[in-house]
């Protein structure tokens, strides 16, 4: 391993890191935890671990000094999606996130609630699963990236920190939303890395580059033998 500075485990760009926990048990996800404790990085907790752990598992990473992105991708009526979030923003949560199709109204009323608390809140715009065939099944006939900008645009104007987005759309919403907005980019692949099922992918200096606010990273880090390594590794 070579000397150079990046390889400090405590690398401030390593707040710009969130990991995600997808794993299937609380074991697991708190073995991880350990292991990344005080790097600076931050913890993504989807849906899989909060049905298994719900809310108690985030307060310990809390404790733990993580911050925390809780990507439950809510989707409701607004009154739904408000009550909902004044339960989760209770918790040690520092950032949540709803869909933007869910409309202004839900968007609106959803960072109202969780601006009261301090904590962020994002959309996510179109899945990366969905191509512009899924898009015609449901109705949209725009390009993908014309829905993704018109959903991310309706998200900055109900009052929203920001997006998740393909690191590849990062130069685009930068340049149309601003240099707050966040953006928020998985898709990262650390270069010479294994793809897995991710397509178009960027290497973490390169979606900072194009201008990403955080990278969520998972499996390049979670399936590391030093889970700690790889994340000082991301910056080689
Ligand atoms: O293991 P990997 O780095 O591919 O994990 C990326 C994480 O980001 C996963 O939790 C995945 O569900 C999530 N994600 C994604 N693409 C999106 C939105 C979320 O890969 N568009």
Redesign the pocket.
Known sequence: MSESVFVNETNPLNEKVIV?L?VDSEDQALGLAKKLQASGCWL?V?LELYALSGLKLIDTFKTMGFSIFL?LKLHDIPTTVERTLKVLTASGVDMVNVHCSGGYEMMAKAAEVVHKTGKKIIG?TV???MDRADLLDIGVQDATQEQVLRLARLAQKAGLDGV?A?PQESALLRQELGRDFLLVT????PAGSEK???VRVLTPVEALKAGSSYL?????I?KAQDPRQALAGLWV
């Open positions: 995600a997808d993504k989807g990507d996510v899945l990366t699963s998740v393909s998985p898709g990262i692949r897995n099922d991710q969520v990273v998972g499996r390049p979670t």
